[in-house]
Each structure stands twice: as structure tokens, then as C-alpha cells.
T-cell receptor, first 111, second 114 residues
């Protein structure tokens, strides 16, 4: 069984501020973890993924995430928010062809 | 390379009708999965097809069904539509069934049931 919990359905930051979106997972096997972003009226696109190896994963658009097994977390960060980062973000865990998504976090960026 | 294509983009149906949604995966991708997205329930996994066989199924009633053709294109059918079926239906493809493979999503079909 696998599940994902995203803490905070809405996060608001000022432009230039740090972005931190939280994700905790549960998986009965070693997890493969993903962050996706969804812009209005579009499908999801991959930001980054963790499979094995280095626990700090760098993705597109300046985002990165750190896999912490002891905390069962995979939080997404970006040092400096941009207006174009406003979107909905989904954390997902994958196993045997099935991906389980969190409920999503809507990121608002204030000028 | 063309992305995942879903048709139609928008659909309006009435209760009791049935609907068929179509998904064309990225060329060469053999796995297609379907998700229902609603504001209240988020992204819910419907099913996954690989090589024309359903490999995984989510917790949806039998009114929801699908199939995959030899060219990997997939269709999803919902019969006896209910108001609660109003949602964005997303299709995603990947080259294989590897656990670490990322999903490529289409823009979805927005279904409204009146």
C-alpha cells in the first residue's frame, strides 16, 4: 500500500521568497517519488523525480527536493519564487505501474 | 514528438447517458493510465493499460471501463452517467511499466454531467 500526504492545500509566498511545499509518503517498498506541476487548464508535467542514489534531486525551473527516508518526506523547494511559479503542485509515489498522488498544493506568488 | 492527445477537450452530457473519451499516447509509449481529477477528491487513479491488457485498477464502480488498442491508443467509457462523474479526466502515458518511469500527461477532457 502507498499513500501521499501534502501538508497545506494552499501556500502563499512573495516574489523572491523561498518556496517550501511539503510532502510525506507511505510505501511498503522502496519509494519512487515525483513532483508534478499543473498550470490552469493543462495536464500535469514532471518537475523532478527520485529513484535511487543522490537524495537531493534537482528539477526544472530551479526546483529541487530532498528525499529523507528517516522522515518519510520529499519536500519541494525553490530558493526564489517567480510569478510564473503560481500553479498547483502534486507529490506522487509510484509502484508497479500505479502512481498515487497527494491532494495537491496551490502555490500563490504575490508581487 | 507529439505529446499525449486527449479528445474531446470538453464534453457536456446528461445523467444516464454514456460517454467515451479517447487518448493517444506519445509515439512508442505502451503504457496508458487514466485519472479522474475533481476539486474534492483530487487525482484518483482509474486504471492502467499496457500491451492491450488492464494491469491495474482503482476503486471505481464497474460503470467505468476502458480498453487499449494495438497501437496503444486508449479509450475510457463511462456508462449511466451521474452528476458526481463531472470531472477532468486525465490520460498519461509512459514508455513501459517501470516503477521509476515518469508519466506524460495530456491536457485532459473536462466532462460536465447535467
Amino acid at each position: 500500500a502507498q499513500s501521499v500526504t501534502q501538508l497545506g492545500s494552499h501556500v502563499s509566498v512573495s516574489e523572491g521568497a523561498l518556496v517550501l511545499l511539503r510532502c510525506n509518503y507511505s510505501s511498503s517498498v522502496p519509494p519512487y517519488l515525483f513532483w508534478y506541476v499543473q498550470y490552469p487548464n493543462q495536464g500535469l508535467q514532471l518537475l523532478l523525480k527520485y529513484t535511487t542514489g543522490a537524495t537531493l534531486v534537482k528539477g526544472i525551473n530551479g526546483f529541487e527536493a530532498e528525499f529523507k527516508k528517516s522522515e518519510t518526506s520529499f519536500h519541494l523547494t525553490k530558493p526564489s519564487a517567480h510569478m510564473s511559479d503560481a500553479a498547483e503542485y502534486f507529490c506522487a509515489v509510484s509502484n508497479a505501474g500505479k502512481s498515487t498522488f497527494g491532494d495537491g498544493t496551490t502555490l500563490t506568488v504575490k508581487p | 514528438k507529439a505529446g499525449v492527445t486527449q479528445t474531446p477537450r470538453y464534453l457536456i452530457k446528461t445523467r444516464g447517458q454514456q460517454v467515451t473519451l479517447s487518448c493517444s499516447p506519445i509515439s512508442g509509449h505502451r503504457s496508458v493510465s487514466w485519472y479522474q481529477q475533481t476539486p474534492g477528491q483530487g487525482l484518483q487513479f482509474l486504471f492502467e493499460y499496457f500491451s492491450e491488457t488492464q494491469r491495474n485498477k482503482g476503486n471505481f464502480p464497474g460503470r467505468f471501463s476502458g480498453r487499449q488498442f494495438s497501437n496503444s491508443r486508449s479509450e475510457m467509457n463511462v456508462s449511466t452517467l451521474e452528476l458526481g462523474d463531472s470531472a477532468l479526466y486525465l490520460c498519461a502515458s509512459s514508455p513501459g511499466r517501470g516503477t521509476n518511469e515518469k508519466l506524460f500527461f495530456g491536457s485532459g477532457t473536462q466532462l460536465s454531467v447535467l
